[in-house]
């Protein structure tokens, strides 16, 4: 338990590595009878992951039809543009109740994991956090934490690099208010199929609301996890704290840092990560651990006192292949680099 908590000593401009290496293989982790409800339940939300991100990646937009409905607009040109948007918009739907699904999920795996530290406290005495042995009783629920937060991290890079999404949204929510008006008249809505008066609706406005706001976000995924936290730990009467969800996130971090630098991992439960090498897995979990704890923590990831030892694991991320992308992220994500009290040797860090 002194290896768990060791990490929760690593500091902000401490040295460059853990201290010592953490008795988890998250990969290999197979669930015990405690856990094995909560394990099935988040294994089976997890399962459209893949498809998800598919359909993201493959997400070509619906850019061509839309140019031809402004440029040139008739009946045939508008109702191609409508007939193209109106399945893309179905399938931005599915994105945002699976965030909704995620948002639910996080808080309650937090909750799992503190209230089972507070069934198993510390022995008197020891300076072990309760939580670390709590993550250990349950690794293979821990393992689907950490595959939460690399799906919203995939999920968030390849949106921020599809200017589509927003286009097409904001396509859908412009014609169907014109349609409306139309129809309020007792015109022909334009793009409706045949002339109809009144348009096919796919989302309807309050819904079309909340997606706008989600998908404004340039990481949404990230955006509603963080803020769903938070909400957690702000809940009067919440027997979550900030504290134990930053040694959460600390120690997850922890955990994939020694793991991204195994040469030769076993092989392992890496099911829905589409062919995402064991390297790159963990180095995406341990930038949203990081970013999660900069937005949770009020002094922030890169205070001396942190639980993450950040020169530690930007070190490590600097030597993947998606170094920038991910480097990027936490330059742009997180919301403390930029304090007063962040060392200057981290600022710099992260500059190069």
Same mark, same amino acid.
């Given at each position: ?98 965030? &909704?699904? *995620?948002?639910?999920? $996080? ?7 503190? +209230?089972? @530290? !507070?069934?198993?406290? /510390? ?125 959460? &996130?600390? *120690?997850?971090?922890? $955990? ?7 040469? +030769?991992? @076993? !092989?392992?439960?890496? /099911? ?81």
């Amino acid at each position: 338990m002194g290896v768990l908590l060791s990490l929760l000593k690593g500091t902000a401009g401490g040295a460059d590595d853990y201290p010592c290496h953490v008795p988890i293989d998250l990969l290999a982790a197979r669930p015990c009878e405690s856990e094995q409800a909560t394990y099935d339940a988040v294994t089976a939300l997890l399962a459209p992951a893949q498809e998800h991100l598919c359909a993201l990646q493959s997400y070509a937009g619906c850019g061509e039809a839309i140019r031809a409905a402004i440029s040139t607009p008739s009946r045939d040109t508008e109702e191609a543009a409508w007939n193209a948007v109106s399945p893309a918009v179905l399938t931005l739907k599915a994105f945002y109740e699976f965030a &909704l699904q *995620l948002e639910a999920a $996080v808080p309650s795996l937090l909750t799992f994991f503190c +209230a089972d @530290a !507070a069934a198993h406290p /510390s022995a008197p005495g020891s300076d072990a956090p309760a939580i670390a042995a709590a993550l250990e009783r349950n690794a293979a629920t821990a393992k689907r934490l950490a595959d939460v937060l690399w799906f919203i991290s995939r999920f968030d890079e390849l949106k921020m690099g599809n200017p589509n999404i927003q286009n097409d949204f904001s396509y859908y929510r412009r014609t169907l208010s014109r349609m409306r008006m139309a129809s309020a008249a007792g015109q022909p809505a334009a793009g409706a199929p045949g002339g109809a008066t009144c348009p096919v609706v796919v989302v309807q406005d309050e819904l079309a609301n909340r997606m706008s706001l989600f998908y404004a976000h340039a990481t949404p995924m990230t955006k509603a996890v963080i803020d769903s936290v938070n909400r957690l730990a702000q809940t009067p009467g919440s027997k979550v704290s900030n504290d134990e969800i930053t040694d959460v &996130l600390s *120690l997850i971090g922890g $955990v994939c840092y020694h793991a991204a630098q195994d040469p +030769a991992p @076993a !092989a392992g439960d890496v /099911s829905f990560t589409m062919n995402t090498s064991p390297g790159e897995y963990f180095l995406r979990v341990i930038v949203v651990c990081m970013i999660m704890y900069d937005h949770i923590s009020p002094v922030g990831v890169f205070n001396k006192g942190g639980k993450i030892n950040v020169r530690a694991s930007v070190r490590v991320i600097q030597g993947a292949d998606n170094a920038q992308n991910l480097m990027n992220t936490l330059r742009y994500t997180t919301i403390h680099l930029n304090d007063e009290t962040t060392p200057k040797s981290i600022k710099t860090l992260l500059a190069a």
